[in-house]
């Protein structure tokens, strides 16, 4: 669904709309609070559906198994 950086991306996006929207007060406005919840939705259920591919899963083994 979505790669790495782009969660990373929309998880900073989010947050800067959480804070500049609380600074400026209109989080009681029902679109944009409605438009930062999907938008937190969005990332969570990436972060449940996003499974790895084996070959990710044996790089990460073979990197992991190295001795420093």
Do not use: H, R
């Not at 790669?3 to 800067?16: P, V």
């Not at 559906?49 to 073979?62: C, L, Q, R, W």
């Amino acid at each position: 669904m979505l790669t790495d950086k782009q969660s990373l991306l929309l998880c900073g996006a989010i947050f800067s709309a959480f804070v500049i929207f609380g600074i400026l007060d209109v989080l009681s406005n029902y679109f944009l609070s409605s438009l930062l919840i999907i938008g937190f939705l969005l990332v969570i259920v990436n972060l449940i559906i996003t499974k790895k591919t084996p070959e990710e899963e044996d790089i990460e083994e073979s990197f992991s198994s190295k001795d420093v």
